[in-house]
């Protein structure tokens, strides 16, 4: 499916056209280049929107340029220390459950207003997985934008109905005696999966830790790495 | 609790598939501005109690699922969207509260 | 019949697509000016969501997720009386270039 938008990144050389008169992103190629590159109407549409309102002094002309620069630094890294710690630390960890926002500054992360994070602890006998089934609510303000296929029609539609089957297509298997819950984050709580901690890393150092905990498995359609078995 | 079958247009965060349906509180998660008002402008007061309320998959989704009776979904509910279960429909529904 | 965005548990066999994107330059300021209009209280996440809601089915499944919150955006900015279409038609014949 080309939805227009499936593109390098752009290189921002001075001669780089964009905006020509090519309204369908993909049939517009200078051969050679793979920066090559038509922005789609809604793409024009929003810069020209934020051109427009920095003109008219709704934003700041740096306004865009700092928020950038803040979700620049947010990664699934982030989720991963908090994961690691709460393994470390179980009275850390029983407060991030139950006060994720107090959990989070303890260790350095400020509270982001807005919506409000919510952990949900995978253990032995019951596994979560995450979806926004009417948009893509994702814990952003710490992990960071959520992935493509978390935001994928297909996600979107089957997590709800078929967790076991799309959690097989990310190599992901439980049997029976396994507990799977489903968590729509349909209203203002960002749910983050806490992983349950793999065999074998008793006595291993938080940063370590930190290194084996997977983006996806903060989504619930990972678990985190096993560490290697001859180190 | 049941989950109200209203069929609205308008903004709402309320998935079409639980619509109708019974489950149990698992949590309350909190009080919110209430969406449907302040997706138009309004102040969203007062605030709605969100319920995280628990289905079991297979009273759900019937044979559709693939997986076991253990398995569950849950959601975020505004409290305008949820009524008493009163009699339950049949013995696959999970118990209100 | 559920609206569009409501898709939770809609019959799909079609497998995930695991591969991602790196976001390109105009996605990640769509989501920054998102972000600055909400710390500024010019919009809040309820009516940027409505405003994606209101594009029609067809054109919803057609977008990109960034492009429907362009969509949603500059519905909401027009709504507002911040900007007008005219406006935002003449800039984005022309802001290509300037913003290369």
Known sequence: MNIGWNRPAIRRDPGLTMGSDHDHPGDHHHPGTEEDITLSQPARRLLAMEELLVEKGVIGADDVRRVMDVIAARSPVDGARVVARAWMDPAFKLRLLEDPRAALAEVGYPPVSGSKLAVVENTERVHHLVVCSLCSCYPTSLLGPPPDWYKSFAYRSRAVVDPRGVMREFGLEFGEGVEVRVVDSAADLRYMVLPLRPEGTEGMAEEELVALVTRDSLVGVGVPNQPAVNP | ?97 | MNAVHDMGGLPSEQPIDRSEHHLMEWERRTGALVDVLREKRVINTDELRRGIEAIPPDEYRRLGYYERWSTSLEILLVEKGLLTKQEIDGRAATVGARWA
């Open chain 2, 1 to 97: 609790m049941r989950v109200l079958e209203s069929m609205v247009d308008t903004h709402h965060r309320t998935p079409g598939y639980i619509k109708g349906r019974v489950g149990r509180v698992e949590a309350l998660s909190g009080s919110f501005y209430d969406p449907e008002d302040r997706a138009y402008g309004g102040s969203g007061l007062p605030k709605r109690e969100l319920y995280l309320i628990e289905f079991g998959m297979l009273s759900l989704w019937g044979l559709r699922y693939r997986g076991g009776e253990e398995d569950k979904l849950l959601v975020d509910i505004y409290e305008h969207w949820l009524e008493p279960a009163g009699d339950p429909a049949g013995p696959r529904v999970d118990h209100g509260f």
